[in-house]
């Protein structure tokens, strides 16, 4: 059976429409990091696509060819996820997104070590003929976090948002953008194929007490 991260780990992909608090373990993904408006048509944003979904699908398909990774199983690729912040702003500012920063990424499964990220982007490089070097193999662990579903327009998540910023003051919590924390999203929808209003993205905040 083909193992669906989605279905496995409900908690941390399927949360329900209200916030609630949530523990995210250490996890390993493969990452591109960059500026500015994912919307641009030639922007960094739109390139990383290429890298990450590149390195993730020659990791999927390598039981078809010569390397044979120990202890691989038939996956589905997780979802895009982005982590995203800007200088000298807490949280997001929706109004300026040319001045976003942010790491694009794929979860990566427990099989795949330092070792075999390297033996993919190389492999993806030379068979692509595309320079795949940018991809990282990032390992980030979020910790206590604020999380929900929001569903519709990725223009319209201020007001999911503000309602996390409730739940979260409610709770006792306050937000955390210290140490490498960021506004996170994990886009469950393919954009080119759902209608706007249909979208589905998971909403994480961090927080602290």
Known sequence: ????YKKEYREFYLPPKKPGLIEIPEMSYVAVRGKGDPNEPDGEYKAAMQLLYGIAFTIKMSYKGSRQIEGYFPYVVPPLEGLWWQKGVEGIDYGHK??????SMIRLPEFVTREVFEWAVNE???KKKCDYFKAEFFTYKEGLCVQCMHIGSYDHEPAT????????REQGYRADWSGGRYHHEIYLSDPRR????????VIRQPICI
């Open 194 to 201: 759902t209608k706007e209003d249909r979208l589905r993205t």
């Open 1 to 4: 059976m083909t193992f669906d």
């Open 98 to 103: 040319e001045l976003f920063e942010w790491i």
């Open 124 to 126: 993806a490089t030379e």
């Open 161 to 168: 948002i503000r309602m996390m910023g409730e739940f979260i």
